[in-house]
């Protein structure tokens, strides 16, 4: 079974980092893009970054770029999520996600909170 799980959250002030993990098991892993969507209070589920399984590139939303970065170790089957230059919007629940063979599988999410 495709399992995939989340961890790393944490409190942290702004301008502070976090490393996010995502931990899979139950697939090709180095077959799939894996992605972070994250989810805050009242708004959108909103797609954070990817990263493919074929060659590693990358894909970041404007609102994280230069401040992200999402890597993959395909041997150790997780995804990372560092995280730097934190700011309160960034306080969410962050998923893990994976489609594989047109379905969704989720993590179970891991929350950030940025204070000011």
Known sequence: E??????????????????????????????????????APGKEREGVACVSG??????????????????????KNTVNLEMEDLKPEDTAVYYCHVQRYGIDYWGQGTL????S
Do not use: E, H, M, P
């Open 2 to 39: 495709v399992q995939l799980q989340a961890s790393g959250g944490g409190l942290v002030q702004a301008g502070g980092s976090l490393r996010l993990s995502c931990a899979a098991s139950g697939f090709t892993f180095d077959d799939y893009v894996i992605g972070w969507f994250r989810r």
């Open 112 to 115: 950030v909170t940025v204070s």
């Open 54 to 75: 074929s060659d590693g590139s990358t894909y970041y939303a404007d609102s994280v770029k230069g401040r992200f970065t999402i890597s993959r170790d395909n041997d």
